[in-house]
């Protein structure tokens, strides 16, 4: 069964301490109401008729016979099924959609949660489900059955994910009423044996509350971060509770003091707006304290300025920041640049003699409904159409655009595992930055991306052509990190066969960037295939190899090679050019050779397909290496002076290079260096990249000259 356990947990509030009491108030009438058993006919039963109205304080004329008839069935269902705690089964449906309608969630939604675990647990089928309450409420609830037998075991993570995403992209209602479904079961994880306590709240903090967050389901959200912290922190949620009960006990509140101030500032200037104190959760009294050290009694909130229009929230601000103490540093607007999860807010701070700062958020009451929701409380997406795009569709507000871009990424990621660990870094990315176009547009991007980054987020695979960048109107190389404000100008090739360097992937940190460039390595192959390599002639030997162990001494200026199969003849192979410390793997061919590839190597992948055994190689003692490098730079004059000065002072001898014409203003070098030292490779390729008008340097894919 999904409901996991009983008796509530720590504490961790939706909306404050009021809000927490009196839902565990509505699990115990719950529970008399259920045990009482369903009304007659035409009467709303007790225990859903506090739904019903949490529902119509948001959806007035909503139709509360179908919540009837789908508690009726829930209820008779589940009948003599108990939770761990005792209490009947129906407490847990009847809990999560209470959650749901007081976020605001449609009837749809609602009829959904209350059978979400009927078809799991009862012998309720899909197609009873779809006779009495339709097609639309049988999908989510097939949908949220499907997620409920997801493995969420480590070893299933890459697949569990995917099934998640899949069933989300399809309709985020089936996600809604998961999050739902987990924040009851958190908060009720009591008789739980603390490791399934430990197990359940890491899967919550590593897949759940990101999603909440990407879904802007704040309200969720954030109560999930609590219950967590309560569950993998204990030590530190309690020193965090102590400092909230402290601060609850002084006689002075500042902010409370602020707050009068800011609307006695309001009433003058004729706006109508309320100002409330928003209590700050656990988890963010926190992430306070460590960030300021010792907290001051305005830390422990932030004031909250409804208004109703767009425009008053500037007339607010505008009053703030001439009437008060402004925090300039402190100011953002998310309103003309909204957040990728819909989120739109003005920030900005106000300070006190004392020195106290205040937290302003300035937002509609609407931008507040979804900032607190996010796209649980927006629309159906079987509705009729109210908004058009540009190009004449729909838009769908329950599937922003991150999800979108989520979904191709599933489908175009080589493997599970790729798109798993690729996205696993989006997730733990707590900061977003917004970076502008030239034509006005702006990116989200991940704190720490580059333009390869940006280049893949604004053209997708079409990116494959960027040839390089201007950030804030100067040349910047593709690898450069963008920064909070910046303006990035995209340089587009114009040749349609062009393609990424795969030493892109040292700086693509987002999905889009990874998945991609991976994508277009796993579907172009290098140009050294397996069979071509068994197949040629091992002799004369190349500048890259190295012979075996138990073989004459190694070439001068070559890495040494070491193999276990004696008398065997060892070859670096040219498609990834190995060179000490990467890790490397080695595979028998013809003609008594071995070919050692980098592990990561695509070519490693088609050899163990094709069965190739594979052999035990390391480094040996020699780190001396040749390697050949692509350098991809604008055409100026003295470029090809300056770069090979750069590479001379990083101690690189230049074996042999080529520089080829430039085309459409790009050209392409190729160098083979000798290194006395592998480890200095790293470095030679930074410094090439730091040339000005080199935009890429990358290992090559074929064998040195």
């Known amino acids: 069964m999904s409901a996991e356990a009983t008796n509530p947990a720590t504490p961790g509030p939706v909306t404050g301490p009021a809000a927490r009491w009196r839902a565990r108030i509505d699990l115990r009438r719950l529970g008399r109401a259920a045990l009482l058993g369903p009304a007659t006919r035409d009467r709303l039963p007790d225990a859903i008729s506090h739904v019903v109205e949490a529902h119509r304080a948001h ?41 749901l309608a007081e976020l605001g969630a449609e009837t749809t939604t609602l009829t959904a949660s209350l059978l979400h675990d009927t078809v799991e647990d009862t012998d309720v089928t899909l197609d009873q489900v779809r006779e009495q ?20 075991g480590a070893a299933a993570e890459p697949e569990t994910f995917r099934k998640m995403l899949v069933a989300t992209g399809n309709d985020v209602r089936v996600m809604s009423i998961k999050l739902a479904d987990r924040l009851h079961n958190m908060r009720t994880l009591g008789v739980m044996r603390p490791e399934k306590q430990a197990r359940i709240a890491k899967v919550t903090r590593d897949v759940l509350i990101p999603l909440a967050e990407r879904l802007g389901v704040q309200a969720l959200k954030t109560e999930l971060e609590d219950l967590v912290f309560a569950i993998l922190h204990p030590e530190e949620y309690e020193h965090t509770r102590e400092l909230i009960v402290d601060n609850a006990s002084r006689a002075d509140d500042p902010l409370a003091e602020i707050a009068d101030e800011v609307r006695g500032v309001l009433r003058d200037a004729d706006i109508q707006a309320e100002v409330v104190i928003r209590p700050r959760h656990f988890v963010s009294v926190h992430r306070v304290s460590r960030k300021r050290g010792r907290l001051r009694g305005a830390d422990f909130g932030r004031l909250l300025v409804l208004v109703n229009e767009d425009a008053d929230c500037y007339g607010v601000l505008g009053e703030l920041h001439t009437c008060l103490t402004p925090v300039v540093s402190e100011f953002k607007d998310f309103i003309a640049v909204p957040k990728f999860n819909l989120y739109q807010s003005l920030h900005t701070a106000v300070a006190r003699g004392d020195g106290q700062v205040a937290e ?286 750069a590479m001379a002072l990083e101690g690189a001898e230049i074996v042999s290079a080529t520089v080829e014409p430039p085309t459409q203003q790009r050209v392409r070098h190729t160098y083979t260096v000798q290194l006395p030292d592998a480890a200095l490779l790293p470095a030679l390729m930074r410094a090439m990249r730091n040339v000005p008008g080199v935009y890429d340097v990358s290992r090559a894919q074929t064998t040195g000259v």
């Open 360 to 645: 302003v958020l300035i937002r509609t009451h609407q931008m507040h409904k979804v900032a607190e929701a996010g796209v649980v409380a927006l629309a159906n997406p079987y509705a009729p159409p109210t908004e058009e795009s540009a190009d004449g569709e729909r838009e769908d507000p329950t599937r922003p655009g991150w999800l979108s871009r989520l979904l191709d990424w599933q489908e175009a990621a080589p493997d599970p595992d790729t798109f798993w660990s690729t996205l696993r870094e989006d997730l733990a990315q707590d900061r977003e930055i917004t970076v502008f176009r030239p034509d006005g547009g702006t990116l989200g991007l991940p704190e720490g991306a580059t333009c390869v980054d940006a280049a893949y987020e604004q053209y997708g695979e079409d990116a494959h052509a960027c040839i390089g960048a201007r950030v804030n109107g100067r040349l910047a190389t593709l690898s450069t990190v963008l920064r909070d404000g910046d303006t990035v100008q995209l340089l587009m090739g114009q040749d349609p066969a062009s393609e990424p360097s795969r030493e892109w992937l040292e700086h693509a940190h987002t999905p889009a960037a990874r998945i991609a460039i991976q994508r277009w390595i796993a579907t172009h192959p290098s140009q050294e295939e397996p069979h071509e390599v068994e197949e040629r002639d091992p002799a004369p030997r190349s500048a890259v190899e190295a012979p075996a162990a138990d073989g004459p001494a190694a070439r001068p200026g070559t890495a040494d090679v070491l193999v276990d199969p004696p008398g065997a003849t060892v070859r670096l192979a040219g498609c990834c050019t190995p060179v000490p410390p990467d890790d490397i793997t080695g595979f028998a061919v013809r003609g008594g050779v071995v070919t050692v590839h980098r592990v990561g190597c695509a070519a490693v992948a088609r050899m163990k397909d094709a069965r190739r055994a594979e052999v035990d190689v390391r480094w040996g003692d020699t780190t001396e290496c040749r390697v050949t490098l692509f350098a991809e730079s604008f055409g100026r004059p003295h470029l090809l002076a300056d770069l090979t000065e």
């Open 59 to 99: 959806h007035p004329d909503a139709d509360r016979d179908i919540l009837r008839r789908a508690y009726v069935l829930a209820e008779s269902s589940h009948r003599g099924q108990m939770r761990k705690s005792g209490e009947p089964y129906i407490t847990h449906p009847l809990a999560v959609t209470l959650i």
């Open 133 to 152: 309450f339709g097609e639309e409420v049988r999908f989510l609830v097939d949908g949220v059955t499907k997620l409920e037998k997801v493995d969420y």
